[in-house]
């Protein structure tokens, strides 16, 4: 997928994510990565709630109540904004040029354009195997960073705002079980309810192990697809 915000143009609609759109009285939302269960879940939700804006506190909710991994495109008159997934899974990038601004969730989108290396964001990857924060590659491309909501207009980033906090509330190791416990929980019920045959990859670590315990508490075992892998090199 590419969008210039110049012409608010999607000149490559072939996203390497699902995705889908809503179209609103005063925008246009493009939801990015999950499947089609996910998408027609936030649809519903989106259209109980008739108008409005995505505001932090909206945004948070929606995670919550939707946990899944997914991204936000809102197309507006004046202002295109993007709202990145918690952890980062899905990749959105934006390139700043000289006549134009672009959002594409490919790198190979691009190609034509004229960049040039970040020779120390290079150095990162090769020592750690990934580029830091909003850093690429490339200097004139940076990546949407988690836990955000960022609004651009034709001429690139004007604004970005946090919707959630982590560490805001030191709580004991006891707390952080239950809380991480719950977490867990509320996605397995969510997963229950709306997946006939959830699907499970085992690696042989505690989390995985963990997650199988809580299914098997959960009675979910029996309709579940499980496989193994091995993590080769750690």
């Known amino acids: ?24 009285p005063a925008s246009e939302v493009i939801i990015i990565g999950a499947d089609a269960i996910v998408h027609s879940l936030i649809k519903e939700k989106i259209e109980l709630l008739g108008s409005f804006s995505f505001t932090p506190k909206l945004v948070e909710m929606l995670y919550r109540d939707i946990p899944a991994q997914y991204a936000f495109i809102i197309i507006e008159k004046e202002h295109i904004s993007v709202i990145s997934d918690p952890y980062g899974i899905i990749k ?31 150095k990162y990857y090769f020592v750690t195997g990934y580029t830091p924060s909003k850093h690429t590659f490339f200097e004139q491309v940076h990546k949407v ?3 955000t909501i960022n609004i651009f207009d034709k001429k690139g980033l004007i604004e970005t705002h946090t919707y959630g906090q982590f ?3 030191a709580i004991s190791g006891n707390e952080f079980l239950d809380r ?3 977490a867990l929980s509320k996605v ?21 192990s963990f997650l199988l315990m809580l299914m098997s508490n959960k ?16």
């Open 92 to 122: 959105i990038y934006y390139y700043i040029g000289d006549d134009n601004v672009v959002l594409t969730d490919s790198l190979k989108e691009l190609e034509a354009e004229n960049l040039s290396l970040d020779s120390n964001a290079l």
């Open 188 to 208: 397995l019920d969510f997963t229950k309810k709306h997946y006939e045959s959830p699907e499970m990859a085992l690696s042989g670590g505690i989390d995985s």
């Open 167 to 169: 560490g805001t509330k």
């Open 145 to 147: 960073e988690p836990f």
């Open 180 to 182: 991480f416990q719950q």
């Open 1 to 24: 997928m590419r969008l210039d915000l110049a012409s608010k143009n999607d000149s490559s609609v072939n996203s390497i994510y699902f995705t889908s759109k809503i179209i609103m």
């Open 219 to 234: 009675k979910m075992i029996k309709d579940s697809k499980l496989s193994a892998f091995r993590m080769k090199g750690l």
